[in-house]
């Protein structure tokens, strides 16, 4: 039995490095088929997240067979990485808990649940933080590989190999980018389009060196006043939590104070010149989820709910097909508000 299990591995681990492309598009469909359960039937929510979950763990796992196959340069220790990938997984899969906590166990079941994860979470990211000086972590800490560039990095290193030495290696990596001949204008290649969780709006940047590609940089050592600052957004949800259970969820307390700790964290960061591009990354995720405090309890029940639902219903009675989108979504928006990990996970 051992033997057959190793031998399906082997073959599987051999098709996602030989076949990236055709992985990567399995993953999007399996993810884009939990957003249509979703609503569709009894129990779907718990199915959807299910899908998800197994989704974006499939990508992890996917991930770190390419990243072995492909010979990446190992950039932070393994007990490091490790650690990450713990928390990367608990964050995948903690909606998907606490949806099924609550179905088995009640509220107090799932009330449980959020206060374990939350913990989990906090003492992994202060172990990284004040034990191997981790930096600014992102959310979540392991995100998802740049396949193109690893796609390309093999063909180049494949055909440096049965070429004229002379030739280099960045003159092998296919243009990104090619110019319209009347305006100039650069326009990114179809071939050169990365996959959706990677996709912006900003032109590829050709020739990038292997080390400057990958997702996972050496981070930034932090000062005395940074280093608080983190450790502010960690602890920020196991205090919100706490004054959740003392002043109830209708009590503007705990929202407060949330926000005031994430507010006081960015400001104690400073200018981000000095850091990385994960990490400046980080910190526009940070002062952009600032927004969800819009959609949480008590501020979205008593003044951006309505609003928020009427916005939704002119877009679309107004715009023609994009109410397939939108209908659903203001249908769903009041269980997906219910749910702690969708609107306070970070």
């Not at 079941?109 to 930096?135: D, S």
């Not at 560039?149 to 049965?162: D, K, N």
Request: net charge positive.
């Amino acid at each position: 039995m051992s033997e057959l299990l190793k031998n399906v591995c082997f073959k599987y681990q051999k098709s996602v490095s030989e076949n990236p492309n055709v992985i990567g598009q399995v993953e999007t469909g399996f993810r884009l088929l939990s957003y249509i359960v979703a609503g569709r039937f009894q129990d779907s929510q718990i199915i959807s997240e299910l899908m998800y979950s197994a989704s974006n763990l499939l990508v992890l796992m996917n991930d770190a067979i390419l990243k072995g196959t492909s010979k990446i340069e190992q950039i932070l220790p393994l007990s490091i990485e490790r650690l990450m990938r713990y928390l990367t997984i608990i964050e995948y899969i903690e909606v998907f808990v606490e949806i099924t906590a609550l179905r088995m166990s009640g509220s107090i079941g799932r009330w449980v649940v959020i206060l374990v994860i939350q913990i989990a979470k906090a003492a992994f990211r202060l172990i990284l933080l004040t034990r191997y000086n981790a930096g600014i972590q992102p959310t979540p800490p392991i995100t998802p590989l740049n396949r193109e560039s690893i796609i390309a990095e093999s063909r180049s290193g494949h055909q440096s190999t049965t070429t004229d030495d002379t030739i280099s290696s960045d003159q092998l990596v296919p243009e990104m980018t090619f110019k319209l001949t009347r305006s100039g204008r650069s326009i990114r290649k179809l071939e050169a389009t990365p996959a959706m969780h990677l996709r912006k709006w900003n032109l590829p940047v050709e020739n990038k060196s292997s080390k400057e590609r990958h997702t996972i940089l050496t981070p930034t050592v932090l000062d005395r006043q940074r280093i608080w600052a983190e450790g502010i957004h960690i602890i920020k949800p196991l205090i919100h939590l706490a004054t959740l259970y003392k002043c109830g969820q209708a009590s503007w307390k705990p929202w407060l104070l949330s926000c005031g700790f994430d507010i006081s964290s960015l400001c104690m960061m400073g200018e981000p010149f000095d850091l990385n591009s994960n990490e400046k990354g980080e910190l526009r995720r940070r002062t952009f989820m600032l927004l969800f405090y819009l959609l949480r309890s008590p501020f979205f029940d008593r003044f951006s709910q309505a609003k928020i639902i009427f916005m939704l219903k002119i877009l679309a009675d107004n715009i023609p097909g994009i109410s397939l989108l939108i209908r659903p979504f203001i249908e769903y928006l009041p269980q997906w508000q219910k749910c702690y990990f969708y609107t306070w996970s970070s």
